[in-house]
C-alpha cells in the first residue's frame, strides 16, 4: 500500500506546477485523498482534500482560488494544479489518505506517502 507524490520543483512566484500523487496496493477510490505540506521550520497543515467520488474538495484558504485538486480513480491518480505560486508556497507537498470526508485535521490521515519539494523563488 503506497502513496507516491511527484512533480515537484523550482519555480518562480507567479508561476505554475502541477503534483501528481500514485496511489498503488489497494484501491483508494472510496477514500478522502489530500495534499499535505511542511514549510521548513514550520508545522506540517492541510492544503486540499478530495473525497473518493471527486464530488467534495476542501481547501486551505491560503491557496483557494489558487490551487485545484483532482482525481482520476480509473488511473489511481491524485493532483494538484497550483497557480499563481508564492513564496509562501515553498514546502515538502505529501500525499495521504482518510476514511472521513476531506478536513484539515491531520489525525484523520492515516496513511502517508513520500514528499515532494516545491520551491518557489521570489
Known amino acids: 500500500v503506497q502513496l507516491q507524490a511527484s512533480g515537484g520543483g523550482l519555480v518562480q512566484a507567479r508561476g505554475s506546477l502541477r503534483l501528481s500523487c500514485a496511489t498503488s496496493g489497494r484501491t483508494f477510490r472510496y477514500s478522502t485523498l489530500s495534499w499535505l505540506r511542511q514549510a521548513p521550520g514550520k508545522e506540517r497543515e492541510f492544503v486540499a482534500g478530495?473525497?473518493?467520488?471527486?464530488?467534495?474538495?476542501l481547501y486551505a484558504d491560503s491557496v483557494k482560488g489558487r490551487f485545484a485538486i483532482s482525481r482520476d480513480n480509473a488511473k489511481n491518480m491524485m493532483y494538484l494544479q497550483m497557480n499563481s505560486l508564492e513564496p509562501e508556497d515553498t514546502a515538502v507537498y505529501y500525499c495521504?489518505?482518510?476514511?472521513?470526508?476531506?478536513?484539515?485535521?491531520?489525525?484523520?490521515?492515516?496513511?502517508w506517502g513520500q514528499g515532494t519539494l516545491v520551491t518557489v523563488s521570489s
Open positions: 495521504a489518505t482518510s476514511t472521513s470526508v476531506p478536513t484539515t485535521h491531520l489525525t484523520a490521515y492515516d496513511l
Open positions: 478530495i473525497s473518493g467520488s471527486g464530488g467534495t474538495t
